[in-house]
């Protein structure tokens, strides 16, 4: 029968033509650089043929925004923006506007950063934003204006890590970690801001630079430990984010790959870059747990919080996370299977109807909480109070704490 054969042959050749093309992709993920353009996508930078010099783009009043340069202790040139909370700015609105613009040489010259040193009663969020883009793409903006045009006194520091926007070098796990640890160094050695007025925030890529500054910083002894650490979409790892991950929320990197366990294991020895979060924040929840009464002065603080509707990252990450934490505060006898923790979480969680669910778990050393949202997707929500409100709790924990 010609005719079926006629229809047959340019379909099954189309389809051989995708399945040869997605082998040739997955064999490509095998070269590192190329791995690198597809986990971190920091050439998408989003804000193409504009300035990230001129914050004015992005709605920002002048000079609300500054934007600066950090040196690396590895010789990388970090750009940065210092975001003024809306109450400071409009109290030195006449001399702000009176200071001139644009990439400033020396930060410790302006206003806005002797606004930020000399106030007491400044809080300070790090910001470590997700893969792609720069400080001014996406849903960033409206992000730091969220956190920043509250009542309160919230400053912000964001980076565009090595090789992202107008920064040098190239990115990589140790790297991204080098850049997120000279931001928090330049908080509170620079700028003089203490710890427990510092929330480390991030989105999605960013959760791991947060992890790892976090956990970096509660390892030293004695643990310095911020008043929190909130998480936006974030991932358990990027094994686990492989096979899950949809680029821009719908084309799938790996899950066609997932479904060959021994392939895909293969393939995960080839990565390179690892973000290993969730032993991360095992890690540090253990060691400060274990930390003798006395000693412990202050609490962690971390949320973690994500959207049912995000397509980029499925929240079942945030599951996974919160699994590897609660289980962190057990007793090494007492493990905890995931589908343990999903009974109590059953039977223990707030339900908050349209609005998700939340459900916090305290161990000896600090709270773990996980909040579900129904609407958000992957960027959007970083612009919603349910993260303006946990940022502004967890600048509050530790006042708790102390009551
Ligand atoms: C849970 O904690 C125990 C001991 O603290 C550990 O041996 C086990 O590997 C942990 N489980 C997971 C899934 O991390």
């Given amino acids: 029968m010609p005719s079926i054969s006629a229809v047959l042959k ?9 399945v040869g093309i997605y082998a040739a992709f997955v064999c490509l993920l095998t070269i590192p650089t190329l791995q690198d353009h597809v986990i971190f996508l920091h050439k998408v930078t989003l804000t193409w043929f504009q300035d990230v010099n001129v914050p004015e783009q992005w709605g ?3 000079n609300q925004v500054t934007p600066f340069h950090l040196k690396t202790p590895d010789g990388q040139t970090l750009h940065a923006w210092h975001v003024l909370p809306l109450e400071t700015y409009r109290k030195n609105q006449k001399e702000l506007r009176e200071e001139p613009t644009g990439l400033c040489e020396d930060i410790e010259d302006r206003l806005s950063f002797k606004l930020l040193k000399e106030d007491p009663t400044a809080q300070l969020v790090i910001y470590f934003h997700g893969a792609a883009g ?4 996406g849903w960033r903006p409206q992000s730091y204006r969220a956190l920043s045009a509250t009542s309160t006194n919230v400053h912000i ?13 190239w990115p990589s796990e140790a790297g991204l970690l080098t850049d997120g640890l000279t931001l928090v160094k330049f908080a509170l050695d620079e700028a003089g801001i203490p710890p427990e007025r510092i929330v480390v925030f991030a989105q999605s890529i960013g959760t791991a630079v947060a992890i790892a500054v976090t956990h970096h910083y509660a390892l030293q002894s004695p643990p310095v430990l911020f008043a929190g650490t909130v998480l936006v979409a974030p991932f358990a790892d990027v094994a686990q984010l492989a096979r899950t991950y949809k680029v821009a929320g719908t084309v799938p990197l790996l ?4 479904f060959f366990p021994k392939l895909l294991a293969l393939l995960n020895r080839f990565i390179r870059t690892k973000f290993p979060s969730k032993e991360k924040l095992a890690d540090m929840i253990r060691h400060l747990d274990s930390a003798k009464t006395g000693e412990r002065r202050r ?3 971390i949320t973690l919080i994500h959207a049912e509707d995000d397509y980029d990252i499925p929240w079942i990450h945030s599951d996974v996370l919160f699994w590897h934490a609660v289980n962190a505060t057990l007793e090494p006898s007492a493990s905890l299977t995931f589908d343990d923790l999903e009974k109590i979480k059953a039977k223990q969680k707030t339900p908050l109807g349209a609005g998700g669910w939340e459900m916090e ?3 000896k050393g600090g709270v ?3 909040q579900i949202v129904k609407h958000g997707l992957h960027d959007r929500i970083m612009s919603y109070p349910v993260v303006s409100l946990a940022v502004s709790q967890a600048f509050h924990s530790q006042d708790e704490a102390r009551d």
């Fill in 361 to 363: 778990w305290e161990g």
């Fill in 10 to 18: 340019p379909l099954l050749g189309t389809l051989a033509g995708i």
């Fill in 255 to 258: 899950s066609p790959v997932a």
């Fill in 368 to 370: 773990v909480r996980e």
């Fill in 299 to 301: 609490k962690y603080d």
């Fill in 157 to 169: 520091l964001a980076i565009d890590y090595r090789g992202f926007g107008t920064s040098t070098g």
């Fill in 60 to 62: 920002f009043l002048r």
């Fill in 134 to 137: 720069t400080l001014g793409s």
